[in-house]
């Protein structure tokens, strides 16, 4: 019998694929995994993360094809920061694919803020996501749509405040992807597997930012899920 991390892992990865088509524009939309240390006087910089590699996949990969990769996630960002800025970083680019990956800053409880310690609520967070992929629709119909799961590896006594509450989000999330005709990337998923399986550590150096391996574990997983190809097989190796 599958668990349910399983069952949602096995139906989106089963599900129908994205084609990249030459001169499309693909844009990241996030918090501080997606910004990676981006350089924010430079609007072409993808940062040091995954979105640096899946640039240099795709352009590997399709070189037929001219993809135009933009970089606008901002550490920190939480749901609420997105919709506020939406139109300036996204709207303007009128990108023909769109994702997103964010939640962790909205379930972040800091046991050393006395001020800022309290998460986004779970309606709140469900109503401005859902703002969000309804404007997108608006202002591109033909858009397409990617929602990534935040993750979090247990480090801390803080985190495992902190994961109780994600685990109320990431469903959120799936249901959104699943009424809205967007593509789930069940990351959260992804990587309980590889806590499950002893390597979660491996992959971020606090339980949030990812390392090399971790950067590279997000890019092929989100191949896998968009694309239905994964890096390394699709290299000529």
């Not at 859902?130 to 801390?156: F, G, H, Q």
């Not at 990812?210 to 694309?227: H, M, N």
Request: with cysteine; proline share 3%; charged share 30%.
């Amino acid at each position: 019998c599958l668990s349910r991390a399983d069952r949602v892992r096995k139906d989106w990865a089963g599900r129908m694929k994205l084609e990249l088509k030459d001169g499309q524009t693909l844009l990241f939309f996030g918090d501080s995994i997606t910004d990676a240390e981006r350089l924010r006087d430079n609007g072409a910089d993808l940062g040091k993360g995954f979105v640096r590699l899946l640039a240099s996949y795709i352009g590997y990969r399709y070189p037929d094809r001219f993809i135009k990769i933009i970089n606008r996630g901002i550490g920190g960002d939480n749901i609420m920061n997105l919709w506020e800025r939406l139109e300036t970083d996204f709207i303007n680019f009128s990108p023909d694919i769109v994702s997103i990956l964010v939640g962790l800053n909205d379930t972040t409880f800091r046991l050393w803020d006395k001020v800022n310690n309290t998460p986004i609520s779970p309606d709140e967070f469900e109503d401005t996501y859902i703002r969000i992929v309804k404007r997108i629709r608006e202002a591109n119909s033909d858009c397409k749509i990617i929602l990534a799961t935040p993750y979090l590896v247990e480090m801390s006594a803080e985190h495992r405040i902190n994961k109780q509450l994600l685990r109320k989000y990431v469903p959120i999330i799936e249901k959104i992807a699943e009424l809205y005709d967007c593509t789930l990337i069940p990351l959260y998923q992804e990587f309980e597997k590889k806590i499950q399986d002893g390597y979660g550590r491996y992959y971020t150096c606090d339980g949030v930012h990812p390392t090399e391996s971790g950067a590279f574990f997000i890019a092929d997983t989100w191949c896998k899920y968009v694309l239905g190809e994964r890096i390394v097989s699709s290299l000529d190796i």
